[in-house]
């Protein structure tokens, strides 16, 4: 049986998972989850954002999924939104990838370009 502390300890790390999800003003983070997204190991990606946003305890940040995004072979692909600067599409990601992406992206705003689409073309 719980204690009441660690029930309370669950919810709290539970709420800060759904707030992650929850559409709100501020950087957006889009993992692509379609078969092939979720073939190529999307899943794992997803969770690793959403683990590394929480620890770090970013405000302004949502993680979210959709479906496809339209480029099959590079996946799984990540979209970053921030409000007045374009979008960021990093490819092949992988859960290593991410605490990189969150530091300089997210915290610091230096996009990782050899992560991103524009790096795989070349």
Excluded: W
């Excluded at 759904?18 to 501020?26: A, H, K, P, S, T």
């Excluded at 305890?57 to 339209?70: H, K, M, N």
């Excluded at 605490?99 to 230096?110: C, I, P, T, Y």
């Amino acid at each position: 049986m719980k204690s009441l502390a660690e029930l309370k300890a669950i919810k709290e790390k539970n709420k800060m998972g759904v707030m992650l999800r929850e559409e709100q003003d501020g950087i957006r983070v889009v993992v692509g989850m379609a078969t092939c997204g979720i073939a190529a190991g999307a899943r794992p990606v997803l969770n690793a954002f959403t683990e590394e946003v929480a620890k770090r305890r970013l405000e302004g940040v949502t993680v979210a999924q959709t479906g496809c995004i339209g480029i099959c072979q590079y996946e799984p692909v990540v979209e970053v939104y921030a409000p007045g600067k374009e979008k960021v599409t990093y490819v092949k990601m992988t859960p290593e990838k991410v605490a990189r992406v969150v530091a300089d992206h997210l915290v610091n705003g230096n996009v990782v370009t050899e992560y991103t689409i524009g790096a795989m073309q070349k």
